[in-house]
C-alpha cells in the first residue's frame, strides 16, 4: 500500500515538473510533437531510474560511510554524466533500435535538471533501495505524462492564431503555468 | 578535509574515466567519420528546420543520401558549400531551389458553401475538399504562412501566398502543410523538366499550348514591366520567342475565355513584343543552365525540334551535339518559311544565342550516309534524338508529273531560303491549300509571277492559317477552289504548258469530319502555266534508318512517321528518342519545340534513372470543368491591331518582312485584357459589356 501511495504521489501529487519545477528546459523545449515528447519522456524514465540506482549505491557505500555527504551533488552530476555516456555507448552496440529510438534524447538527458532532481530527492526523503527504484520510475513518468499532454495541446495550438508576440516559447511557458495550477488539485491527497 | 574530497572526486572521475574508456573500445560501433564533419559545419543550432531531428540526425542523413549539402535550411551557400567539400561533391551543381505557388486563383476562386470552421487549410479541405468551386486553388487561409520559419510567406492581396525568393529557404515546410499541393519547391531544372499534369493551375491556353507556356504568368509579367522574367518564363518552355512570336498560329488564342467577351488576347503579339524588346535593347539575357556534366547527346536534324532538345539538354548540364545536313540551322523555319514572314536575320540572331549557351554544331552531316546510330555510339554519345522533319513530298500520281517546270512546293521555298535560282515562270499555279501552298504562292508572286492556287476543297475547309489565306488574298493571288489536278500537259521539249483539273463538288463529311470533294465527271479543264508547284503534303524520309540490308531497329506508324511513346518519346530502342514533325507528321513549331523539351526530358531521366517517367495525371486533353462559353463580369476592351511594315503593292514586290510589333503602349492595353484565368477563375473587373481603357487596369500594382 504505501508503495502504491508513492507511486501515486510521485506521479500526480509531487509531479516532477509541474509541482517541482525541475526538468523545465526540455519540458518547453521538446513538446512541440508529441512523438519526440514520447521519446523524451521514455529517455527520462530509463535514465532517471538507473541513475537514481546507481547514485544510491554511490551514496550509501561510499558518501555515507567517509562522511562526504557534502560532496552529494557535485558526486553525482559526475556519475550521471559518465553514466549517460555510457549508456549510450551501450546501446548503440547492444540494442540499436532502442538507441535510434532513444538516442538523439540521450545527450540532452545528461545534463538535465529532472534527473539529477529524482536522485537527489531519493536521498532527501531516505528511501530503501526499491522505494528508490519505484519513485524514480514514477517520477519519470511523471515528466512523460505532463510532457506529452503539452505537446498534445501545443500541437492544436499550431491550427489557433496566436498574437505574434505569444507564438512559441511564451504560450508553452503559459500553458506549463496553468497545468502547474491543475496539478494543485492534487495537492494534498498525498504527500 | 580537503585532501579527502579531491582525493574522492579524482578516485570517482577516474573510475568513470576508465570504464568509458574501456567500454568506447568494447562496445566501438564504426560510424562514418564525415557524420561528425558534416555535423560541424553544419549551423548547430538544432533548429529542425531541415525536418531532421536536430543537425546530428541532418548530418547522418546527408551521409545516407537521404538530403542533399543544401540540407542546412539556415546555413545559406557557405555551409552548403563547406558540406559540399566533404562530400567531395561540387556545391555548384546545385541549383537555388525556391517555393513556388502555382496558383493565381486565390480570393477570385467561387466559394460554394460557408465556412465557419477552425481557419486552416487542412482544417477546411477535410470538409467536402474545401470550399473552393476550383479543386486544385489554394483555400486562402495561410496555413503556409503559419508553417514557414522563416517568414518567407505571405498572403498576397489577391488571396494566394507570395513567396519571398530572397527569405525562402527552400526548406519544403509549406509545401508539407499545403493540402491542395498548390506549394512545389522546385529550380530550374525540375521546372524545365515538369510537364502539364491536370492538377496545376491550367488557364485554357495553357492547356492548349503544344509547347506547354506558362502563358497567364508571362503576361502578368509584361504587364508589370518585367520583360526580362517574361522571357524567362517563356524559355522555361520554348527556346525561340522571336520565330514563334512571329509564325506561331497561335492555338492558344482559339481557346482564350475573353472570345466570349469580345476578341481573345493577342498573346503571341505579347511574346513577339517582348521578344523584339530584348533583340532591339542589343544585349542578350543570360539564360541559367546547370554546369556542363560532361555526358555527350547527339540530335539528329536541326529543325526546331532537335534546336529544342539540344537547348534542354544543354540546360540540364549535358554536352549535346547537332547533326544538320544542310550548312545552316532552323529546318523549316529557313528553308520552308519565306523571309517576309521570318526574316532571316532573326532566325540567326536567335539561333546564335542558343549556340552560345554551349551546343556544338557538325553541319552537312547527312544521317543514314555520313553517320549511323552504331558509330553515334561509338564516339561515346549516350542517347540520341531524331528530328529530321518530314520532308518528303507526297506525289499527286498524275501524267506529267516529272515534266520540267513541275516541282514540288518544298523544294521552291528551300530555294528561296538558299537564295539560289529558282527558275520560276511567268504564270504559276500552286497545287494544294495548307502552309506550304501559301508560302509558295505568296513567295512567287513576290517574285513577279502571276499565281493561282488550287485546291479541291473550298476557302472554309483550307487547312492553312487564316491570317495567310486573307494575305495571300490581298496579293492578289488567283484562289481556284473545288478544283483537282487530272494532268499536266508539256510541250515537245518537254516544258510545262498547261495543268488539266477537274472540278469538284463537295460530298459526305469523311473521318476527319471535313466533306469529302467528289470529281463532276466530264468536267476537265485546261489553265495555262510555264510552272507548277505541288504542295499536297509531306511525310518523314525515313529510309535513312534503315541498314545496308534493309534492316531498321525502329518501328513505323501507319500515317509512315517514327513510331514513340506520345509522353515520354522513347523509340523501339531505349536510347533512340524523337519528337517534331518526323514524330507527329507535318505539324507546328511549337508542336516541335514542345516536343523537343518532352524528349530532352525523358533523355534527362533516361541518363539519370535508367528509364523516363511519367505522371498518371499528365494533362493532354483540355480539361471539360475550364471550357466556359459564357464569361460573366467582363468588361469590353478593344484588341490591339497587327501593324503591317509595308504595304500591300509593296509586299508584292519585296520579301521584307509584313508584320509588326505592337507599341509598349499597345502591349501594356493588351496585358491588360487578360483575365489572369486559372482552372475556374478569372478577374471579374468591370459591369458587364461595359467598355473600359487601360486606365481601368485594375490588376497591375
Ligand atoms: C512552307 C512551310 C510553312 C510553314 N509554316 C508554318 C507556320 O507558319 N507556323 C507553324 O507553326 N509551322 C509552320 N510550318 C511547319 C513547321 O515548320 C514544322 O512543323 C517544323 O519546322 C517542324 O520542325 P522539325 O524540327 O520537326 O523539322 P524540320 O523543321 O523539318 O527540321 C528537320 C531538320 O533535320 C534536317 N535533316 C533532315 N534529314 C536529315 C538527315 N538525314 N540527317 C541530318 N539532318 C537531317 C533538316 O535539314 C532540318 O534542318 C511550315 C512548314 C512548311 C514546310
Redesign the interface.
Known amino acids: 500500500m504505501d508503495y502504491f501511495v508513492l507511486v501515486i504521489a510521485a506521479i500526480f501529487v509531487n509531479n516532477i515538473v509541474l509541482a517541482q519545477y525541475l526538468g523545465n528546459c526540455p519540458f518547453i523545449g521538446t513538446s512541440k510533437d508529441s512523438g519526440v515528447a514520447i521519446g523524451m519522456g521514455l529517455a527520462v524514465v530509463f535514465v532517471g531510474t538507473m541513475a537514481a540506482g546507481i547514485t544510491w549505491c554511490v551514496q550509501k557505500f561510499l558518501l555515507g560511510p567517509n562522511d562526504l555527504a557534502y560532496l552529494q551533488t557535485i558526486c553525482f552530476i559526475l556519475v550521471i554524466a559518465a553514466l549517460v555516456q555510457f549508456v549510450e555507448m551501450f546501446l548503440k552496440k547492444v540494442i540499436p533500435p532502442l538507441y535510434k529510438s532513444l538516442g538523439i534524447f540521450l545527450p540532452l538527458i545528461t545534463t538535465n535538471c529532472a534527473v539529477l532532481g529524482i536522485a537527489i530527492i531519493c536521498q532527501r526523503e531516505g528511501f530503501t533501495f526499491i522505494e528508490t527504484i519505484l519513485f524514480s520510475i514514477a517520477s519519470g513518468v511523471g515528466f512523460l505524462l505532463a510532457l506529452v499532454v503539452l505537446a498534445g495541446i501545443r500541437e492544436r495550438l499550431d491550427l489557433a492564431r496566436v498574437p505574434v508576440s505569444l507564438k512559441g516559447t511564451p504560450l508553452a511557458l503559459i500553458l506549463a503555468g496553468l497545468m502547474s495550477l491543475a496539478f494543485f488539485a492534487f495537492k494534498g491527497m498525498a504527500s | 578535509m580537503i585532501t579527502?574530497?579531491v582525493l574522492?572526486?579524482l578516485g570517482?572521475?577516474f573510475t568513470?574515466?576508465v570504464?568509458?574508456a574501456v567500454?568506447?573500445k568494447?562496445?566501438?560501433?564504426y560510424e562514418d567519420p564525415r557524420i561528425s564533419q558534416v555535423e560541424n559545419v553544419l549551423a548547430g543550432a538544432n533548429c529542425g528546420g531541415c525536418g531532421f531531428?536536430?543537425c546530428?540526425?541532418a548530418a547522418q542523413g546527408v551521409i545516407d543520401g537521404k538530403a542533399g549539402a543544401t540540407v542546412c535550411v539556415i546555413g545559406g551557400d557557405e555551409v552548403a558549400t563547406n558540406v559540399a567539400a566533404i562530400m567531395g561533391l561540387e556545391f555548384s551543381s546545385m541549383e537555388k531551389q525556391i517555393a513556388f505557388v502555382d496558383c493565381t486563383g486565390g480570393t477570385r476562386a467561387e466559394e460554394t458553401y460557408e465556412y465557419d470552421g477552425?481557419?486552416?487549410c487542412?482544417?477546411q479541405s477535410l470538409l467536402y475538399n474545401g470550399n473552393k468551386m476550383c479543386p486544385e486553388g489554394c483555400l486562402g487561409y495561410g496555413t503556409c504562412v503559419?508553417a514557414c520559419q522563416f517568414g518567407a510567406i505571405e498572403m498576397g492581396p489577391d488571396g494566394y501566398p507570395v513567396v519571398d525568393p530572397e527569405l525562402c529557404t527552400a526548406c519544403g515546410g509549406c509545401a508539407q502543410v499545403c493540402p491542395r499541393g498548390v506549394i512545389t519547391i522546385w529550380g530550374t531544372s525540375a521546372r524545365i523538366a515538369h510537364l502539364n499534369l491536370e492538377t496545376d493551375c491550367l488557364a485554357p491556353c495553357r492547356q492548349r499550348c503544344p509547347g506547354q507556356i506558362n502563358i497567364p504568368r508571362y503576361i502578368e509579367q509584361v504587364s508589370r514591366k518585367d520583360y526580362a522574367g517574361a522571357l524567362e518564363t517563356i524559355r522555361e518552355r520554348i527556346p525561340m520567342p522571336l520565330s514563334i512570336g512571329r509564325v506561331c498560329p497561335h492555338p492558344c488564342e482559339g481557346v482564350c475565355r475573353r472570345m466570349h467577351v469580345d476578341e481573345s488576347i493577342g498573346i503571341n503579339m505579347i511574346k513577339r513584343f517582348v521578344a523584339d524588346w530584348e533583340m532591339n535593347s542589343g544585349q542578350r539575357l543570360p539564360i541559367p543552365c546547370s554546369p556542363s556534366n560532361g555526358r555527350k547527346v547527339a540530335v539528329i536534324g536541326g529543325g526546331p525540334a532537335g534546336i529544342s532538345c539540344a537547348y534542354f539538354l544543354r540546360r540540364l548540364g549535358y554536352s549535346p551535339t547537332i547533326f544538320e545536313s544542310m550548312p545552316k540551322l532552323g529546318g523549316q523555319l529557313r528553308y520552308g518559311i519565306p523571309e517576309y514572314r521570318l526574316p532571316k536575320a532573326v532566325l540567326d540572331w536567335e539561333i546564335q544565342g542558343i549556340l552560345d549557351l554551349g551546343i556544338d554544331v557538325e553541319y552537312e552531316k547527312y544521317f543514314g550516309k555520313d553517320f549511323t546510330l552504331d558509330s553515334l555510339k561509338e564516339d561515346g554519345y549516350e542517347a540520341v534524338f531524331l528530328g529530321i522533319g518530314a520532308w518528303m513530298n507526297m506525289t499527286l500520281r498524275i501524267d506529267g508529273e516529272e515534266s520540267i517546270g513541275c516541282e514540288t512546293g518544298t523544294e521552291f521555298l528551300t530555294k528561296v531560303g538558299l537564295g539560289v535560282d529558282t527558275g520560276i515562270g511567268k504564270k504559276v499555279v500552286v497545287i494544294g491549300g495548307g502552309n506550304t501552298a501559301i508560302d509558295a504562292a505568296r513567295s512567287s508572286v513576290r517574285l513577279g509571277a502571276h499565281v493561282t492556287l488550287m485546291y479541291r476543297r473550298t476557302r472554309d475547309e483550307m487547312p492553312a492559317n487564316l491570317e495567310e489565306i486573307i494575305g495571300a488574298e490581298e496579293e492578289n493571288v488567283n484562289y481556284l477552289f473545288l478544283a483537282a489536278p487530272s494532268r499536266v500537259v508539256s510541250d515537245d521539249n518537254g516544258k510545262v504548258t498547261h495543268m488539266e483539273y477537274i472540278k469538284m463538288a463537295l460530298g459526305e463529311p469523311d473521318d476527319s469530319g471535313r466533306r469529302r470533294p467528289v470529281p463532276i465527271e466530264g468536267s476537265e479543264t485546261l489553265i495555262e502555266a510555264d510552272t507548277i508547284y505541288t504542295a499536297i503534303g509531306q511525310k518523314p524520309e525515313l529510309s535513312c534508318l534503315y541498314d545496308d540490308t534493309g534492316n531498321c531497329q525502329l518501328n513505323e506508324t501507319k500515317w509512315r512517321t517514327l513510331d514513340a511513346h506520345p509522353d515520354t518519346l522513347q523509340t523501339a530502342l531505349p536510347h533512340v528518342f524523337t519528337g517534331g514533325d518526323m514524330h507527329t507528321g507535318p505539324s507546328l513549331v511549337i508542336t516541335a519545340l514542345g516536343e523537343g523539351r518532352k524528349a530532352a526530358r525523358s533523355i534527362h531521366q533516361y541518363l539519370t534513372d535508367g528509364e523516363p517517367h511519367y505522371s498518371s495525371k499528365l494533362q493532354r486533353e483540355m480539361i471539360p470543368y475550364t471550357i466556359f462559353t459564357d464569361v460573366p463580369d467582363v468588361g469590353i476592351r478593344a484588341k490591339a491591331k497587327m501593324p503591317h511594315l509595308i504595304e500591300c503593292d509593296e509586299r508584292t514586290c519585296s520579301f521584307e518582312e509584313i508584320e509588326g510589333a505592337i507599341s509598349e503602349t499597345e502591349t501594356k492595353e493588351e496585358t491588360c485584357r487578360c483575365l489572369r484565368c486559372g482552372l475556374t477563375c478569372y478577374n471579374r473587373d468591370m459591369v458587364e459589356g461595359q467598355e473600359c481603357t487601360a486606365e481601368d487596369c485594375v490588376k497591375t500594382p
Open positions: 579527502a574530497s574522492v572526486l570517482i572521475g568513470a574515466a570504464i568509458l567500454a568506447s568494447l562496445l566501438y560501433v531531428p536536430g546530428a540526425a477552425v481557419k486552416d487542412r482544417a503559419t
